[in-house]
Every structure is written in structure tokens, then in C-alpha cells.
């Protein structure tokens, strides 16, 4: 773990730095397994903040102690695409590491505080659309694999992903 690292929820102020994080983070870390012509299309609609998210409340930032933002994540009712979903299901949404600082526990410490929230917001299960690379990483915070699926980003792009669930 990084010594001092505190998680906060965001608000529209941390835009840059999200975005900066999820450039950082999801082309160095996903070529590892994709193939180029996938991710040359993906990268440029599932790299960039939502500043929606940002804005919900459950969305959240774990920065150092100079306020470096290192991982975040959050949760929504609503899916990744959209619609509104039941209330007592939850949606992972975007959670990622910066590359130089993987395997601290960073993305841990995000879900768990991710899980936490949404059990006391009511819901029960939740559900992520898991890139293949992180699959390992939510199998570890007691996901399981619902099965692969092939995300329609817009029309004519899609990115595979892994369906994955855990009660809570
Ligand atoms: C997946 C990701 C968020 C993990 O971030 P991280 O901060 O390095 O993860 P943690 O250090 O919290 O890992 C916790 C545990 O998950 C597992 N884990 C994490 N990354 C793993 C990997 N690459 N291979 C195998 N297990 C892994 C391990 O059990 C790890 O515990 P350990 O280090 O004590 O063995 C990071 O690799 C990432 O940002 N990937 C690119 C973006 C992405 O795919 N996001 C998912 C969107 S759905």
C-alpha cells in the first residue's frame, strides 16, 4: 500500500485529473490483451472521464499525500450503456490504476470502498462489464465470471468484456 492515501468522492473539479488517470492507465495496461484494431476504435470512448460519473457522488479518487490521483472507481444504478436498472443492483464503473503504481492495493481499496457504499445505498448485487485484463483483479474482490460479452460502444464499434457478479 502507498503510505497516506486518502479516497474521497469527486466532483466535476477532478475531471482533468480522472481523465489524465484513465489515459495513463487503460492503453499502457490493456495491450497486454487486446489486439491494436480493437483498441485504436475502444481506447478513445472508454479512456476519457464521464463527467457524469464524477458528478454522482459514487464515483471516487484515492490520491497520495500531495494529492496525485493514483486509482479510482465508483458505482452506479445505472448501466454502463444506460437505463435505468433496479435498485438493488449496482454497476461497477471505471475503475483503474496508474501504471506506476499497480499492485499497492490501490484498486482494492477502491471497490472496497465502492462494495461498502453501494450495501449501505441498498443494494445487493453487483455487476461489472470487466475488461480481460482486469478479470483476475475482481476475481480477487469475489467476483465471478457471468460470461463473456461484446460491449456496443457505438454503432459499429464494439469491445469485448467479461460479465462478472458478486453479491454483497
Ligand atoms: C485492474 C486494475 C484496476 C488493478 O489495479 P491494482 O491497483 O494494481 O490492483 P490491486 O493492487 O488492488 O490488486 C488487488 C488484488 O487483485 C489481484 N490482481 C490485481 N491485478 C492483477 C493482475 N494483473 N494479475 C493477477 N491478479 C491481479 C491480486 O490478487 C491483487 O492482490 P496481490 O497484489 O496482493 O496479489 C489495474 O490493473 C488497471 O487499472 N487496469 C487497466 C484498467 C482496467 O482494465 N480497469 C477495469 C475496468 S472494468
Redesign the pocket.
Given at each position: 500500500m502507498v503510505d497516506t492515501i486518502t479516497i474521497r468522492p469527486t466532483t466535476q473539479h477532478d475531471l482533468g485529473a480522472v481523465d489524465a488517470l484513465?489515459a495513463a492507465?487503460?492503453p499502457?495496461?490493456?495491450k497486454r490483451d487486446y489486439a491494436p484494431s480493437v483498441l485504436v476504435t475502444a481506447l478513445p470512448l472508454i479512456s476519457r472521464a464521464n463527467p457524469a460519473l464524477l458528478r454522482s457522488g459514487t464515483y471516487f479518487i484515492a490520491e497520495d499525500a500531495e494529492g496525485q490521483a493514483l486509482?479510482a472507481?465508483g458505482w452506479t444504478r445505472s448501466a454502463p450503456q444506460g437505463g435505468v436498472g433496479l435498485p438493488e443492483i449496482g454497476h461497477?464503473r471505471?475503475?483503474?490504476?496508474?501504471?506506476s503504481?499497480?499492485?499497492?492495493?490501490?484498486?482494492?481499496?477502491?471497490?472496497t470502498r465502492v462494495l461498502a457504499d453501494a450495501l449501505a445505498a441498498g443494494v445487493e448485487r453487483m455487476i461489472?462489464?470487466?475488461?480481460q485484463?482486469?478479470v483476475?483483479?475482481?476475481?480477487?474482490?469475489g467476483f465471478r465470471v457471468r460470461g463473456e460479452i461484446l460491449i456496443a460502444l457505438r454503432p459499429g464499434i464494439t469491445f469485448p468484456?467479461v460479465e462478472m457478479e458478486r453479491a454483497l
Open positions: 484513465l492507465s487503460y499502457a495496461l490493456l486509482a472507481g461497477v471505471h475503475v483503474a490504476t496508474h501504471p503504481h499497480l499492485r499497492k492495493g490501490l484498486a482494492q481499496a477502491i471497490v461489472c462489464q470487466s475488461t485484463t482486469a483476475p483483479f475482481y476475481k480477487a474482490m468484456a
